[in-house]
């Protein structure tokens, strides 16, 4: 009978996982080994008493950095390269394009701006919901689905410039959303940029899990398929939506104001400075200075 502890169980796992990297396109089978590895790996990465010991392992991150580097086509290599950038972000190794967090200054300032966050199991009532919020709702939404091209499990660069960019993210938090890993991803982005959340749930029944509650338990939600009905919710969160419009209003007033009274003070001294001169000329010059 052999007795592994739990911290010599971790060190295999580990050890396991950077060989499988080395040889993972020798066999097929060795490919989904090392492709399921990295899957496990991802979650390990979401426990804060876990992330610091992946993090301050060089050759992991090394061997998980070269991963999202590899160019392959192949579907188990764009799933692994996916789950690697899903690591490193939770572990803040992942570098960011600069674009992903810059202002678009083609932007309209004065519009809010909508996120939706969604699993691609639900992708049918999201579509649901942002049909709705296009038909009642005049500011910017942006939602994979309408925003990009193609397969958007890869496109993690432009999911993270559209939470940054945002004001107010709409999550529609089922038992699919809490499951995905991507999804999670997420929600840690928009928590640690602050920004405003507001959960959307669907049935009567459902409670998210314990980490989604950490990160968003304190925002305010609405419920659709309870006993109100869809057309009430819908009024419901769009009245949430107008507060945040209010707030920017509010906000770029204040700005103007700010502004105007910058542009007054300035003509106040410059008022003063032609004063002082007008004076200074007028005062008999000192024989002693010439």
Not at 6 to 30: D, M
Not at 61 to 89: C, H, P, W
Not at 190 to 208: F, L, V, W
Not at 255 to 273: G, L, P, Q, R, Y
């Amino acid at each position: 009978i052999y007795i592994i502890s739990r911290e010599n169980i971790y060190e295999l796992f580990i050890e396991k996982f950077i060989l499988f990297n080395a040889v993972c396109e020798s066999t097929i089978l060795n490919t989904i080994i090392c492709s399921s590895l990295y899957t496990i790996i991802w979650s390990i990465s979401f426990q804060p008493e876990y992330s610091m010991k992946l993090k301050s392992n060089d050759k992991l991150i090394s061997t998980v950095e070269q991963r999202v580097k590899n160019q392959s086509n192949d579907e188990y290599a764009l799933e692994m390269k996916r789950v690697a950038k899903g690591i490193l972000f939770n572990l803040d190794c992942l570098q960011m394009d600069a674009q992903a967090t810059a202002v678009d200054p083609n932007s309209d300032d004065n519009q809010i701006k909508v996120m939706v966050s969604y699993a691609h199991r639900d992708v049918t009532f999201c579509k649901k919901i942002v049909t709705k919020l296009q038909i009642h709702f005049k500011g910017d939404i942006w939602v994979d689905f309408n925003k990009l091209s193609g397969s958007h499990e890869d496109d993690w660069e432009d999911i993270a410039k559209a939470i940054s960019q945002c004001d107010v993210i709409l999550m529609i938090v089922t038992e699919n959303y809490c499951r995905s890993k991507s999804c999670r991803r997420e929600v840690i982005h928009a928590d640690k940029r602050n920004k405003r959340m507001i959960p959307i749930y669907q049935g009567n029944d459902y409670k998210a899990e314990d980490w989604f509650e950490i990160r968003a338990g304190s925002a305010t939600w609405v419920r659709f398929g309870d006993e109100k009905s869809d057309e009430a919710v819908m009024e419901s969160l769009l009245k949430l939506l107008n507060v945040q419009d209010k707030v920017k209003q509010n906000d770029s007033l204040v700005a103007v104001k700010h502004e105007s009274h910058f542009h007054s003070t300035a003509e106040i001294d410059a008022n003063k400075t032609i004063n002082i001169q007008t004076v200074e000329t007028l005062l008999p010059i000192n024989p002693s200075s010439i």
